[in-house]
């Protein structure tokens, strides 16, 4: 059973900075894409920033050069830095992995949880 765990989410002032990270365990034999996700209230879930395992990189133009996607293929980690933060950018966080796992080599599209990131004075 794969499970995607996130933290680091919380309330930040205007121009602050938080870190999220996310921890995918399981019965894991490769992760091909990590990604951010993210869903503010009345809006559609959308794309914040995406890695793949060789290290393409894809941000949304609304956080481009403010927030910064990294992760740790030996550890199953990815991390989402996240700089000069606005109220726009309040939302829940979700992380999200495709993933191949199992001894069948499922390959599958998993979600953390949520966490959630707050803007504001």
């Known amino acids: 059973q794969v499970q995607l765990v996130e933290s680091g989410g919380g309330l930040a002032q205007p121009g602050g900075s938080l870190r999220l990270s996310c921890a995918a365990s399981?019965?894991?034999?490769?992760?091909?894409?990590m990604g951010w996700y993210r869903q503010a209230p009345g809006k559609q879930r959308e794309l914040v920033a995406s890695i793949t395992s060789g290290g393409i990189i894809n941000y949304a133009d609304s956080v481009e050069g403010r927030f910064t996607i990294s992760r740790d293929n030996a550890k199953n980690t990815a991390a989402l830095q996240m700089n000069s933060l606005k109220p726009e950018d309040t939302a829940v966080y979700f992380c999200n992995a495709e993933i191949l796992s199992g001894i069948v080599r499922y390959r599958g599209l998993y979600w953390g949880q949520g966490t959630q990131v707050t803007v504001s004075s």
């Open positions: 399981g019965n894991i034999y490769t992760i091909y894409v």
